[in-house]
């Protein structure tokens, strides 16, 4: 069993805000917010302080969810212009707590909610996703130097992680030759220069329910540390490529913007140049694989599928356009 195949916590919003009150000692409404794998509520005190109420997955390790807090303090320590949570500890001043539901056990967080719009919210213009690029390239620059063992871990949403592509495959129901095409790609044009890649710890979730922005739409930070992973630098800008071509006629021109900024900041090799397209796309293979997979098991999700007609769009258009100039090298 793992995190992807286990049903996640299913609190009601009463005994959340029991939770917070025995656990916190502060008294809250609480409502439900939109979740993966474990289960999230949006609570706020009398005085109308906000603060998000995390319970993971019964079967999450305690030391992810360890690494988690260490990471976003991390970056807090070494990329202070930027926002990130910050855990509000348990009335024990502890930062993790377990909520013990009989059949399951529960590990608990309380962390401090971070207010304004997602980037989902504003306008993403050209200046807008140059400036994302930016605050990615920042934000690895900080976590770059952030060490955990448990960051290197097996975890399908780890790009590096094509097997997961190949052994979930079976539960797509639309065209696998889609995915076989990009995963061959990746083999061809990434594998062998693996030796050249960096790696690191990266956040590896910068989509635009997790970028923080201003009413202007200037990046402020960045929340949800649920998916950090010992990987190759360059997955860090490719995942938020993936998530910014979705839904657009023409993605190559928002895609750039990203890559631009990232690499003014952090400058990528030419062989991590080379690679991140192709990563892009894995990453949206990832995403429609995991959904057909989660979505069999937890049909009743819908947060599960919320990307994954867009990523088929974006997969079918990429396809479509690398056939057409199938003389040039998909890189670029």
């Not at 917070?20 to 005085?47: H, T, W």
């Not at 991390?74 to 855990?87: G, K, N, Q």
């Not at 979730?205 to 990987?231: E, K, M, W």
């Not at 069999?296 to 690398?322: G, H, M, Q, R």
Request: hydrophobic share 40%; net charge negative.
């Amino acid at each position: 069993m793992s995190v992807f195949s286990t049903s996640p916590p299913n609190i009601s919003v009463e005994e959340a805000e029991a939770i917070v009150m025995e656990y916190y000692g502060i008294k809250v409404a609480a409502r439900l917010l939109d979740s993966e794998r474990d289960q999230n509520f949006l609570c706020s005190d009398p005085e109308g302080t906000r603060m998000v109420l995390k319970i993971s997955n019964p079967d999450e390790d305690r030391v992810v969810v360890e690494m988690q807090n260490e990471c976003m303090k991390h970056v807090r320590d070494h990329c202070s212009r930027w926002e990130v949570p910050f855990v509000i500890p348990s009335i024990e001043k502890k930062e993790i707590t377990v909520f013990d539901r009989g059949v399951n056990t529960y590990f608990v967080r309380l962390l401090r909610h971070l207010p304004g719009p997602l980037l989902k919210d504003v306008v993403q213009d050209d200046h807008m996703l140059y400036e994302l690029g930016l605050f990615l390239g920042d934000l690895c620059v900080a976590m770059s130097s952030f060490k955990h063992p448990y960051a290197h871990r097996d975890f399908p949403w780890d790009i590096a992680c094509i097997d997961f592509i190949r052994t979930h495959k079976h539960y797509v129901s639309e065209d696998v030759a889609i995915l076989d095409y990009f995963v061959g790609h990746y083999e061809e044009n990434v594998l062998p220069n693996i030796s050249a890649l960096r790696e690191a710890v990266i956040h590896n979730d910068a989509n635009d329910q997790n970028v923080l922005a201003y009413n202007d739409g200037s990046v402020r930070g960045i929340i949800d540390f649920g998916d950090v992973v010992y990987s190759f630098v360059a997955c860090e800008p490719a995942v938020c490529m993936s998530y910014v071509a979705l839904e657009r006629d023409e993605p190559l021109g928002p895609i750039t913007q990203v890559l631009r900024g990232f690499h003014d900041i952090f400058p990528l090799n030419k062989y991590e140049l080379r690679a991140v397209i192709y990563m892009m796309c894995i990453r949206l293979c990832i995403t429609v694989t995991m959904a057909a997979y989660r979505k069999n098991l937890f049909p009743e999700n819908k947060y599960i599928s919320v990307s994954e007609a867009p990523a088929w769009d974006c997969l079918l258009y990429t396809s479509d356009a690398a056939d057409e100039r199938s003389s040039v090298d998909l890189g670029g």
